[in-house]
């Protein structure tokens, strides 16, 4: 009988085979979970590849522009939301544009928003080196940002628990700020500041409806014709303007790297060819610090006080004897009355103090300024004061002090205007005074060197606008746009 075991052969035969059995099934549910896992990071990075984009663009372009330090519009927009968007350990579940009403302070938008009274609070002292609280304005858009932890969430009822995460807005078209909370519950604020290109340009032409519509069409903006407007008021009646009358105007303007216009600067130079002798006026800052726009010949174009200290009005009534629309009586009108729509902004015809500035009778809001020479001006009817206008004040020339109402015995909107001298009133639209200053000896020779550089400048000034671009449109105080071809009142 030989030593061959037949069950001895068998069991190790079925030993063998489950064995391999066995590790092959382990072999294969190790490779299954080895591919599931594979195709899922796959997914994973290419639905993380593909939201990449939008979740780090933001501070993509911020890393960008700081090392160019220059940003467009979109860009600022963009970077803005990014310190709130990239924070991935502090996510924002809420947001909010929140726009300040007036008489509002920084606090109380934050509190209305939902922010808690701390929060707000260490937020705000986070950013009073670079915005002081008091800077911020009626009108001024916020964007606010909030967050709950999982545990905060199951008690949304609660506002308390609610977290200011951080604070995003533009206080100006060059300027965003953002205040974010950091992981140690501090508050810190950035400030980004684009960078903007200078260019002199200048813009001409000839008036052929008024000349606010003809400066737009110029390539002049709102601003710009305000400031050549307070400029020609000491010397131009602006009620005898008329068809083929020119002007040419040199500024300052900056533009982003994009090329979009962002603002105006200052004025150079201007010239204005109506009825008279033609004006023309270069910009100068004298040692002593004086800015101001003289001729040729260094003589200043302001005088002691302005004509017309309003813009784009008509005169509703003169000085003189008249039948008073509300007595139905004639009786003698001290002043000259202009027309203009409420809110139209009033200024100081010229440097001095206030001494009243309140209610007074008939006149309604009023305001009257001592100024040099035992001159006077009073300023009536107005919808309300400027900010900061109060007895004992001093004013500047061409500073805005109210705005155009009809309170008091009044028929409509439109400024009463006095000038009196040693108490006795004069028509403002005939007074011949003289002119401010005038330049002499080392001040003029310094002047002439800066007068030959401006013309240089206008001379290789490019056009404010080609022929082939459209009508510029400006903003008006009232945030109403209007086209170059707007019939508005003569400024």
């Known amino acids: 009988m030989s030593g061959f075991d037949v069950r001895l052969a068998d069991a190790r035969r079925s030993r063998a085979l489950i064995f391999f059995g066995t590790l092959t099934v382990a072999l294969l549910l190790i490779a299954g979970l080895l591919i599931t ?112 932890s999982p545990i905060q969430q199951a008690s949304a009822s609660d506002e308390s628990e609610i977290t200011l995460t951080g604070i995003s807005f533009r206080p100006d078209s060059e300027r ?24 002199i340009v200048r813009a001409r032409g000839e008036i052929s ?39 040419d105007i040199v ?63 008509r005169i509703s009534s003169g000085f003189g004897m008249r039948f008073h629309p509300i007595r139905r009586t004639n009786r003698p ?10 809110g139209t902004p009033i200024y100081a015809a ?40 109060r007895a004992g004040t001093r004013v500047t020339q061409g500073q805005t002090i109210g705005y155009v109402g009809t309170t008091g015995a009044s028929t409509g909107p439109h400024l009463h205007y006095e000038v009196h001298l040693n108490g006795r009133p004069l028509n403002p639209m005939s007074l011949d005074l003289p002119t401010g200053r005038r330049l002499e000896s080392n001040e003029l020779n310094l002047f002439r060197t800066e007068r030959d550089r401006i013309i240089a400048l206008r001379d290789q000034a490019p056009a404010a606008i080609s022929e082939a671009e459209p009508a510029l449109v400006a903003q008006r105080r009232d945030g109403r746009n209007v086209s170059g071809s707007s019939t508005s009142a003569t400024p």
């Open 37 to 148: 896992r594979t195709l899922s990071g796959t997914v994973s990075s290419a639905a993380a590849d593909d939201s990449a984009p939008h979740r780090g663009a933001g501070a993509a372009i911020m890393a960008e522009a700081a090392v160019e330090e220059s940003f467009t519009l979109e860009d600022m927009v963009m970077a803005e939301h990014a310190v709130f968007a990239d924070c991935f350990d502090c996510p924002v579940l809420t947001a909010a544009e929140v726009t300040v009403r007036p008489g509002q302070t920084f606090a109380s938008v934050l509190a209305d928003a939902g922010a808690s009274r701390v929060d707000a609070a260490r937020a705000i002292a986070a950013l009073d080196p670079i915005y002081p609280a008091r800077s911020l304005r009626a009108g001024q858009r916020l964007n606010v940002f909030f967050e709950r």
């Open 176 to 199: 965003t700020i953002t205040v974010a909370r950091s992981n140690d519950g501090r508050y810190r604020t950035r400030e980004a500041v684009m960078t903007l290109e200078r260019e």
């Open 209 to 247: 409806s008024n000349f606010y519509s003809a400066a737009l069409n110029a390539g002049a903006t709102d601003r710009i014709v305000n400031d050549m407007a307070l400029v020609l008021g000491h010397s131009v009646d602006f009620r005898t303007i008329r068809y083929g009358d020119t002007f």
């Open 251 to 313: 500024f300052e303007r900056y533009t982003n790297r994009s090329g979009e216009v962002i603002r105006t600067g200052r004025i150079l130079y201007m010239t204005f060819n109506g009825r008279g002798r033609p004006l023309e006026y270069f910009r100068f800052e004298a040692p002593d610090g004086d800015i101001g726009y003289y001729t040729g010949e260094g003589e200043s174009a302001a005088r002691l006080l302005m004509k017309m200290p309003i813009n784009g009005a």
């Open 333 to 342: 009108h001290n002043g000259t009355d202009f027309a203009a729509p409420t």
């Open 350 to 389: 010229g440097n001095g103090t206030i001494e009243r500035a309140d209610w007074f009778g008939s006149f309604g809001n009023y305001i009257r300024i001592r100024h040099a020479n035992g001159y006077q001006t009073v300023y009536a009817h107005l919808n309300g004061f400027a900010r900061g206008i």
